[in-house]
C-alpha cells in the first residue's frame, strides 16, 4: 500500500524534484526508443553497445579537462569517445584480419576499462564533485536538475526533426543498403546522421540508464514494437512510446526506493512489454501461435474422422455404430470422441442411439477430403516421379493444407483425372 | 609480497581467458563472453545471499542457473518468436543483468558485492581473504579457485585440441567426420561461463571481455600459425596484468581498468605495426617474388 | 552390385517450408555423379542431409548399404569454399593433415605413413611447393586444390563435393576434374553439385537433377534432355510453392502423425 503511495506522490509531481525526473526519464528514453528502432533494423545493436560502454571515459576526460561536473562539456565528452570508438571498430575490420565481433568485444571492453581507470582515479585522487560521476554507470535520474532537462529538450528535438525530415532514405538504409545505393541515395550523409544521432542519444540517455544498460534502451523498445507491426513507421513510434513510458515507470519505482539506481529498472520495465508482446503481439505473438495451432488441431481432426465415414462404393450415406468405427480409424478412443462431437456440432453427422449416421453436408465433405487426398496422391507421383506406395503418408498430412483454390489447380494440372495412383476412383 | 599475489591472480585469469579466448575469437564468438559474464549475475547475487558465503560451489551453481535462464530466453526469442538473433541476445542478457543489479541493492545489507564492482572487481582485495592449510598461510583464496580453472581448462583443452581446432576452422568437414560441433561449443561456453564466474571477484563482468578478446586479437594479428597464436596471447595477457598493475598503482586507480587499458595499448601498437611496418615489407617481398614465379 | 548412395523419402525442411522434398535415389558406385539444379534447388542441403550434418525432417539416406556412423571412414566430404574462414592461422600442411585424424582421433600421432599419404595428396594436386604457405595467401583455385588433397588424404571410397569448382581458373577446373576422373578409374564414386550446363555432360556419366524435388536421375545421356531440363530449370512447380506457403503461414504441421 505504501508503494502505492509513493508511486501516486512521484506521478502527481508533490515534490518539485519529480517533475525534472519525469521530464528527464520521459525525453531520453522516448529518443532512445526512436533511435534505437534504426539500430535494431540495421542488426546494429552490438555497436550501440559498444558507443554505450565507449563514453565513460568521454565523460571521465570531460571532467579531469573541465574540473567540473558540467552537463554540456559532458555530453560532448561522451559523444567524442563513443564516436571514435565506432570508428575504430569499423576501421579495425576493414583494415585488418580482426573479425567485426571481435573489434566490437576489444573496443568495448579497452574504452570501459579506460573509464573505469578514469573515474578511480578521479575518485581516490579526492575531488569534491566527482561522486556524481559513479551515477554514469547505472544511471541515476534523480541526478538531473532543470538545466540538464532544458539540454535534453532540445537536444531531443533536433534528433527528432533530423529523423523526421530524412525519413525515407533512414529507412531504404535500413532496409536494403545496397539498393539504396544504386538508386542514388547519399547513404554515407545517411549512415552519418544516423551515428551521430545514436551516440549523442546515447551520451545523453546514459544519465538515466546508465552506461551497461543504455544498449537495452536502444534495442528492447524496437524489438518490442516488432510483435506489433511489420510497418516502419508505427514501429518507429510505438517503440518510442513503449520506451518512454518504461523510462517514467522505471524511474518512478527506483524513486520510491531511494538508492536503488534507475537503469535497472527502466531496462526490468521495458524487457518486461518485450515479453508480454512476445506473448500477445499480432505478429509472431506466442499466443496467436497457439490459436492458429488449435485451429489447425480442429481443422485435421474434423477431416480425419469424416474421413472414415467415407463410403466408395455408393458414396452416399453411411452409418456406424461406435465400435465399428472405433475399430476402422487408427485413433485413440477419447480422440475419435472428440472428433465425433466435433461433426455433431458441425452438423456433419447425427446420432441415434449410440449409431451415427452423415448428413447430406458430412457427405460431401467426405467426398472432398478424400478427393484431396488422391488428387496430391497423383501430383506427387507424378511430379515428384514417386513410387505409389510412397504417396500416401505425404497426403496424409497434406490433405488438410490444401484449399479450394489450390484443388482446382491442382484439377486442371492433372487434367481432371478420375484414378489416384493406386487406381482407386477419385470423387467428384 | 601483495603486488606478488594480485599480479598472480591477474596471470592466472589472462592466461585462462587467452587460451579460450583464441577459440572464440576464430568462431566469432567473441560477444557470447559479454553475454555471458552478464547474465551469469543475478544467479551469484541469489547463490550469496542464500549460502552467506564466498563459497565457490554456491556461486558455481548459481551461475549455471542463471546461465540456463539466459540461454532459454535467448532460444524463446530466436526460435519461438522470430526475433533477430543479436536482438534476442541483447535482451535476455540485459534483463538479466537488471535484475541482478536490483538484487544485489535490495540485498545490500547481506550480500558482500558492491555495484560497481561486479564490473571491474576488487583484486586488491584478493590476498586479504586466503586460505590455511594445515595451519600454514597458503596464499589467497582466489589464487587457489583461479589456479584450478586454468588447470581444468588447460588440460581440456590439450586433451581436446584438434576436435576444438577442427570444429573451430571447419565445423561442416568435422561434422562429415563425425565430430559433434554442437558438444565442442557448448564445451567452450561451459568454458567462458566457468572463468568468467570464477573471475568475477578480481576483474569483474566487462573486463573479463577485455582479457578474452584482447590478447587474443593482438596475436591474432602477429603470427599465421594458432599454437603460437595461443602461446603470443598468454605472453600478451600477462605482460598486461605486470604492466596494468603498477600502472593503476601509479594512478591510484582500479587494477582491472588499468590491465584492460594496457590490453588495448598492446592491439593498438600491434595493429599499427602490421599496417605500415609489415606492409612495406609485404609489398617488397611481393616485387621480388613476381619476378621469380613463372 | 551395391548402391553407393540410396535415399528414400528425404525431406528436409527449412522454417516450416521444406527445402527438398521426398527425394528417393539409388545410385550406382564407380562413376562421377552430378548434381544440378538452379539456385535454391536443394543441392547443398541434400548432401549435408546424406552427410548427417543435416538432420532429415522425413526420411534417411544410407551410404553402401549401410548407416552413415558405420562406414564414415569410407566418405569423405569436401563443403564450399566459403564455408571456411580463410584467415585461420594454418598453413596448407596443417589443413591437408585434417583429412588423417579421421582415422588418428584424438591423440595418435601422424605416422611417417600418415605423412607420405599428405605429401602425396599435396603432389596429386599440385601443391607441394606451397605445403608450407599460410592459407590466407592462396588463390581461390590453390584453395579448392586444398581442401581437395584434405579429401584424398582421407583415402575414402566415396566422395561428396559441394561446388568445387565455382571461383576457380580454368587451369585448375581442368587439374581437377582430370583428378576426378582418375580416381573414378580407380574405383572410387564422386558426388559433385555443380552450376554449370556447359560443362556437367563432359564431367558427369550419371546425374541427379533437383529442383526441391527430384525431376531425374540416371545416366546422363538418358537424362539430359530438353524436357527434363526444362522441368528441372523451368521455375518451380507453382502448385508446390503454394502449398509450401500455406504450410507455413498457417503452421502446419506436415506429416500427421
Sequence with gaps: MEFLTEIWSFFTFSEPNVKVVFWGSLILCSISGLVGT??????????????????????ALAFIIGQQKNPLYLIIGATITGWISTYLVDYITKHSKIKNDTAIALILSVFFGVGVLLLTHIQHSGNASQSGLDQFIFGRASA????????????GTIITILIVIFFRGLSLLSFDENYSQSIGFPN?????????????????????????????????????????TNK???????????????????SAISYTYNGMPTGPWIVVVVSLFAFISAFIGRKNGLLKKYLQRSKNNTKILRENTIKLFFNPKTLGETQFSFEDIFAKSKMQRATLKKGLSLLKSDKLITTNQGTYTTTSLGIEEAKTIVRKHRLWELYISKFMHLQPDHVHDDAEGIEHVITP??????EKELDFPTKDPHDSDIPY | ???FWIILTASLVATTTAILGCFL??????????????????????AYYISHSRASLPILVGAAASGMVVTYLIQFFNQKVKLQQDASIGISYTFLFAIGIILISLFSGNVDLDQDCVLYGEIAYVPLDHMSIAGHYAGPRQVWILGSTLIIILTSVIIAYRKLVLTTFDPAFASAMGISVVLWQYYLMAGVS??????????????????????????FLLTKDFKKMIYLAVGFGISASILGYYTAVWLAGSIAGAIATVIGLQFAIAFIYIQFVRKAHISQTLENKALTEV | MKPSVETHNLTVIYDKKPAIWNIDFTLPTGKIIGIMGPNGSGKSTLLKAIMGIIEPNIGYSKVFDQDLEDVRNKVSYVPQRQSVDWDFPASVWDVVAMGRYATKGLFKRLTKEDHRMIEESLSKVNMTPFTNRQISQLSGGQQQRVFLARALAQNADLYLMDEPFVGVDAATEQAIITLLKSMRDAGKTLLVVHHDLLTAQDYFEHMVLLNSRLVAEGPTSEVFTKDILTETYGGTLTTLSKVANVLQEKDFPMRHK
Excluded at chain 1, 554505450?52 to 565523460?59: M, R, T, Y
Excluded at chain 1, 538531473?144 to 537536444?155: A, E
Design chain 1, 188 to 228: 554515407e550523409l545517411l549512415k552519418l546522421i544516423l551515428s551521430i544521432t545514436t551516440v549523442t542519444t546515447v551520451a545523453m540517455g546514459v544519465q538515466a540508464v546508465g552506461v551497461v544498460l543504455m544498449s537495452a534502451l536502444l534495442i528492447t523498445p524496437a524489438a518490442c514494437a516488432k510483435f506489433w
Design chain 2, 194 to 219: 566457468l572463468t568468467t564466474v570464477v573471475s568475477f571477484e578480481s576483474v569483474g563482468a566487462v573486463l573479463v571481455i577485455a582479457f578474452l578478446s584482447g590478447p587474443a586479437a593482438t596475436a
Design chain 1, 405 to 410: 483454390e489450390i484443388e482446382r489447380e491442382l
Design chain 1, 144 to 155: 538531473m536538475n532543470m538545466s540538464d532537462v532544458w539540454l535534453f529538450s532540445i537536444v
Design chain 1, 38 to 59: 534504426f539500430t535494431l533494423l540495421r542488426k546494429r545493436s552490438l555497436i550501440g553497445d559498444v558507443i554505450s560502454h565507449a563514453v565513460l571515459p568521454g565523460i
Design chain 1, 232 to 250: 516502419i513507421i508505427p514501429m518507429a513510434i510505438l517503440a518510442l512510446v513503449i520506451s518512454g513510458a518504461s523510462g517514467v515507470l522505471g
Design chain 2, 25 to 46: 575469437i576464430m568462431r566469432k564468438m567473441a560477444m557470447i563472453g559479454d553475454a555471458i559474464s552478464h547474465a551469469v549475475l543475478p544467479g551469484i547475487v541469489i
Design chain 2, 1 to 3: 609480497m601483495i603486488d
